[in-house]
C-alpha cells in the first residue's frame, strides 16, 4: 500500500543554534513539558476502553520544504512505522530519513567598465543535515503485563559525528496499559553497540556493552488528538562517562479518518560527543598547517511538521 499524501512543512534547527547547557534549559524545560503532558494526559478510567486491534497497521509521515528565488533550500524526512499485533506477540518495523541541504549563490560582475559588464552567479550547494535510522523489534508475552523483547536498530548522523551507530538489545518489559485510548510501556535490556565515527580515535570503544532504558507513551487526549512520548537512555558499562538519550514527543491531529496533520520534537544527548578537528589559525588568519581536536555539541533538537496517513 503507497501512502496518498504529497506535501507537508518542516522546520529543522541546526545544532549550534539550538544547543544549550544542560543543566539551563535543554533538559530541565523540555522534561518538565513531558511530565506535564505525560500526567494530566494519564487519566482515569484507562482500563475500561477497549483494547487495540490485531493485524497489521501502517503510519507514514512525510515533510517537505522546498524554497527558491534568492535563496534555495530543501528539507525532505520521511518515517514509516509498520506494526504487526497477535494475541501473544508484536512486531515493529521503524525506517525514517531527514535531509536538508541550501544552494548558495554568489553574483559576480565581469566586464572592463561600468557599462558594459556581465553578471555571473557561481552556486554551492550545501548539504546542512542529514539523519537514517532503521530498526526492528519483537515482543513476545510472558503474561498479561510481562514480555520478553529482542531488536536491533541502524543510525547515521554524520553532523553528530558518527557513520554507523548499530544497537543490539534484548531483555523484559512490562505493559501497564494497552488499550485503544492509552498505551504505556516500559523496557530494560542489556545491549552490545557498534560505533564507527567520522573521526576515529584510536582510544574510542568501537564496540561495547551497555544498559538500556526505555518506556513508550500513546494518549487519545481528544477523538481527534493523540499525544505520544518516547525516552531511550543507553549506559556505555565498560565507560560510565558514556550516556546517550533519545527523547522524542509529538502531538498528532486527524483531520480524517486516514490523514493528520503531527508535530513532533525530538532532543538526543550524548555526555560524550564525537570530536572533530577544525584547522588552527594565527590571529591574522594565516593558516597554521596544524589541526586541533574540539568536541561536538552534546544535545541535537529537531522539529518537523508532517502529513501523515494511517493504513
Known amino acids: 500500500m503507497a501512502p496518498y499524501f504529497f506535501l507537508a512543512s518542516t522546520e529543522t534547527t541546526p545544532r549550534h543554534t539550538m544547543s544549550y547547557s544542560l543543566d539551563h534549559y535543554s533538559m530541565r524545560s523540555p522534561l518538565a513539558i513531558t511530565v506535564l503532558l505525560f500526567s494530566t494526559a494519564t487519566g482515569a478510567g484507562g482500563d475500561q476502553a477497549e483494547e487495540r486491534e490485531l493485524g497489521w497497521s501502517d503510519t507514514a509521515e512525510l515533510t517537505l520544504v522546498v524554497t527558491a ?21 508484536t512486531l515493529t518495523f521503524d525506517v525514517s530519513a ?4 541550501s544552494l548558495q549563490k554568489t553574483p559576480v560582475a565581469i566586464g572592463e567598465s561600468l557599462e558594459t559588464f556581465t553578471i555571473v552567479r557561481d552556486s554551492a550547494r550545501t548539504l546542512i543535515a542529514e539523519n537514517y535510522f532503521a530498526r526492528g523489534r519483537l515482543e513476545r508475552n510472558l503474561s498479561a503485563r510481562t514480555f520478553w523483547h529482542a531488536g536491533g536498530s541502524w543510525d547515521r548522523n554524520t553532523f553528530a559525528g558518527f557513520d554507523n551507530l548499530y544497537v543490539f538489545d534484548g531483555g523484559i518489559g512490562n505493559t501497564w496499559i494497552d488499550n485503544t485510548t492509552t498505551t504505556l510501556k516500559t523496557f530494560y535490556a542489556i545491549s552490545e553497540t557498534r560505533r564507527e565515527d567520522v573521526e576515529a580515535r584510536p582510544e574510542d570503544d568501537k564496540i561495547f556493552t551497555g544498559v538500556r532504558l526505555r518506556y513508550e507513551y500513546r494518549r487519545q487526549v481528544t477523538p481527534t488528538t493523540e499525544f505520544t512520548s518516547e525516552l531511550v537512555l543507553d549506559e556505555n558499562l565498560e565507560n560510565l562517562e558514556d550516556l546517550r538519550t533519545d527523547m522524542g514527543n509529538a502531538i498528532a491531529v486527524s483531520m480524517n479518518s486516514r490523514l493528520a496533520l503531527k508535530v513532533s520534537w525530538q532532543l538526543r544527548y550524548r555526555r560524550q560527543p564525537a570530536r572533530k578537528p ?3 589559525l594565527l590571529p591574522d588568519g594565516t593558516p597554521t598547517g596544524t589541526q586541533v581536536d574540539i568536541s561536538l555539541e552534546q544535545v541535537d533538537q529537531i522539529m518537523t511538521f508532517a502529513l501523515v496517513g494511517r493504513f
Open 69 to 89: 528565488g534568492n535563496a534555495q533550500a530543501q528539507t525532505l524526512g520521511f518515517r514509516n512505522t509498520l506494526v504487526q499485533r497477535s494475541n501473544t506477540s
Open 278 to 280: 577544525i584547522s588552527l
Open 98 to 101: 531527514l535531509r536538508a541541504d
